[in-house]
């Protein structure tokens, strides 16, 4: 089992709540609802990766600036950035890489370039006292839909993801069952908009999540969207 699971290891580190899994050893229950054992420490140091929603060059001026409010609300603990890597681990309860564990090429849909500001540039920040996620996001070229503007394929990914992050946040481990999308206005390419999610209501295995993508100035409301997440044990999505 060890021989198969090193070279996955070192390409993998994440979970939801911005804690690595550096210390293998450790017994605990993640927020994430990813359970380690004590057969965990078996497993081989994990060594973190590049944190993708870290700011880098090509983030804009409007980008940094909301940026840079968001990171002032973390000051006081209420609000929390998390961090985003291009592949998600997933342990079973014995603390094992499950067996059906996606190839070591694969990469999250939203980080699968190295290339700056050619996709999407995004950041999601979580208030799990109010339920609420908000992901700033910048358009990349790549992403053109009609000419000027994002494909709404692109949009319904975004928001895709940063709803699923506040769920996963909230709930656990959970699968996108439904997303409904109201495309309003057209997102300009390249611009920055704002990803307003938050939890209506969570029964028993559903997590229902509403969202608004609104431009950076707050002035325009581009998208409107419900979802529902179902939770899952971390080992049914892989089994055939
Ligand atoms: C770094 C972190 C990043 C996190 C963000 C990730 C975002 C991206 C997430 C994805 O893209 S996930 C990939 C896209 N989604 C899928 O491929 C899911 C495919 N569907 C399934 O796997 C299953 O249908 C699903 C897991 C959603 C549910 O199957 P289950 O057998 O586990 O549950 P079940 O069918 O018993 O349904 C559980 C409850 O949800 C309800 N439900 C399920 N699907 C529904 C639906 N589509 N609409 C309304 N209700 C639904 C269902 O009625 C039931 O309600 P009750 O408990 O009240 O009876």
Request: proline share 5%.
């Amino acid at each position: 089992m060890l021989s198969k699971i090193q070279p996955i290891a070192r390409v993998i580190c994440q979970n939801i709540t911005g804690r690595f899994i550096h210390n293998p050893s450790a017994r605990r229950t993640m927020k994430s609802g990813i359970r380690f054992s004590k057969t965990a420490k078996e497993l081989p140091k994990v060594v973190a990766s590049k944190d993708y929603s870290e700011p880098n060059s090509s983030w804009s001026q409007e980008m940094m600036k909301l940026y840079e409010q968001y990171i002032e609300k973390t000051k006081d603990g209420s609000w929390k950035k998390l961090p985003s890597y291009n592949r998600f681990l997933v342990l079973n309860e014995d603390g094992h890489f499950i067996d059906k564990f996606p190839p070591s090429k694969a990469r999250l849909f939203t980080r699968n370039t190295e290339e700056e500001g050619s996709m999407f540039e995004y950041v999601v920040f979580a208030n799990k006292v109010e339920k609420k996620a908000v992901g700033l996001f910048q358009s990349g070229d790549l992403l053109e839909g009609p000419s000027g503007f994002v494909h709404g394929g692109a949009i319904a990914t975004i928001v895709d993801a940063v709803s699923g992050t506040l769920a996963t946040y909230v709930a656990g481990f959970v699968m996108t069952a439904s997303l409904n999308l109201d495309y309003k206005n057209p997102i300009p390419l390249g611009s920055t908009v704002i990803i307003e999610c938050q939890l209506e209501k969570k029964e028993e295995r559903k997590s229902y999540v509403n969202t608004r993508v609104i431009s950076h100035d707050c002035t325009k409301l581009h998208t409107e969207s419900t979802a529902l997440f179902v939770s899952v044990n971390q080992k049914n999505p892989y089994q055939g």
